[in-house]
């Protein structure tokens, strides 16, 4: 009897693992322009970027990086620069991400802040995580040239 | 002794909770507001890993690369955890503390209790028999960075040592063990797919520890440092919750008993960066006269 039951906990382990498997490549398997789809195509994006700016003022830790900032304008890039790295038909003006924070002064802890605040944005937009996580993905590289300090 | 370090811990942990990270302090703080900022919080939630059952920054049964906590590169962090691991014929209770500075060095003391429960008692050293050992362990980031390297191939690659000591050195000597104390030494390489949600660790350890170390170190089978391997993979289901498998090899040194390989299933919820749990199903394979060493693994971990 207590075999059986070690077995039946075998398998059970054995089961869970192949699951785990299965779950992370399912995303791996998906098209490439699929993000932008599965991001709600340009609609979508807009309304990530604007709850993303909203957080950002309302953030404590990184709010007073804005003061000067125009953030319609901001918001607007934001959008368009989501949308050129989901894959999508998009372009974005603005200046180059080492550019455009290079007199911030910006640490890790800051741009952790930003990663969360996005998630946050994420999460109200109804981005699945497992969505959430492959745009991030392409978005943390942007760490060498936003953070300098 | 065993009660008087398990309500310490708990006092430490309850302690530790209690605290929220500060903001971090302006130009003209005080002393101890700089120094309190100096715990900055700043990494990404579950990022700092969980404590394993040596007490080093990974998951349960395997060292991760990643430093323990939530300490950036300008900061730093320290939690205290407690560990019950309760098998078949054995249990194993272990609190201890590890500090990370400046996301590249982690220090990490654990203390265990392995208790032989009825074996003892078949052994001819009394029911209840149990081995004690310290562990001191330290870590060293040495290249990339788990989280934002998405664009490289490399992982986030650490060293690191645990130096163990075992109380119980006339029984280890009694069961062919050689040494009551040793050191292991690790490469360690953990990476995030962060698309696939996806982390995955790899280490390789040398070592002359009998289960852990809980039988001593080398044996009269074999004496020398052998490689051993130890991975985890883990699927981030939400930002608090991650689910995995790890498995781990172990040397075979003492004639006396074959020695298992280790694996586990676990969960671990991140209540908050001050905060998590693990939850497992471990099978520590055989551990003398006993076969499939299987059970619980539960394990609290809470910092600033």
Known sequence: MKKIFVHALRAATVASAVAILVMALGPVLAAEDSLYRDLGEKDGIATIAKYTTVNFLADPRIKATFDNTNMERFEKLLSDQFCVVAGGPCEYKGRSMAAAHKALGLDNADFNAVVEDLQTAMDKAGVPFATQNRLLARLAPMQHDIVTK | ?304
């Open chain 2, 1 to 304: 002794m065993r009660q008087p370090i398990l309500i310490f811990a708990l006092v430490v942990a309850g302690g530790l909770s209690g605290f929220v990270a500060p903001a971090r302090a302006d130009a003209d703080g005080s002393l101890l507001n700089k120094g309190m900022a100096m715990f900055d919080s700043g990494k990404l939630l579950a990022t700092g890993g969980v404590s394993t059952v040596e007490g080093a920054g990974g998951g349960g049964l395997a060292t991760w690369a990643l430093i323990t906590g939530y300490g950036t590169r300008d900061g730093v962090s320290v939690n205290a955890h407690y560990t019950y691991v309760g098998l078949s014929d054995y249990s194993l209770q272990s609190p201890g503390i590890a500090i990370g500075l400046f996301d590249r060095v982690e220090l990490s003391y654990a203390w265990q209790a392995f208790d032989t429960q009825k074996t003892g008692g078949a052994l001819g050293l009394g029911n209840g028999f149990t081995f004690h050992q310290n562990i001191v362990g330290a870590k060293v980031k040495l290249f990339g960075d788990a989280v934002y390297d998405q664009d490289a191939w490399w992982p986030q690659l650490a060293a690191g040592l645990q130096y163990k000591s075992n109380d119980r050195g006339a029984v280890i000597a009694f069961v062919g063990g050689k040494s009551s104390d040793g050191v292991d030494f690790y490469l360690t390489g953990t990476r995030l797919f962060l698309a696939q949600s996806l982390l995955v660790d790899l280490t390789l350890r040398e070592t002359k520890a009998n289960q852990f170390g809980i039988l001593g170190f080398g044996g009269d089978k074999n004496g020398d440092y052998t490689t051993q391997f130890e991975g985890s993979a883990a699927y981030l289901i939400s930002r608090k919750l991650a689910v995995g498998a790890e498995y781990r090899t172990k040397p075979n040194n003492l004639s006396i008993a074959r020695e298992g390989n280790a694996f586990d299933v676990f969960a671990a919820y991140f209540f908050s960066k001050n905060i998590s749990a693990t939850l497992a199903y471990v099978d520590l394979g055989n551990i003398v006269l006993h076969d499939n060493q299987q059970g619980v693994y539960l394990s609290l971990q809470a910092g600033l």
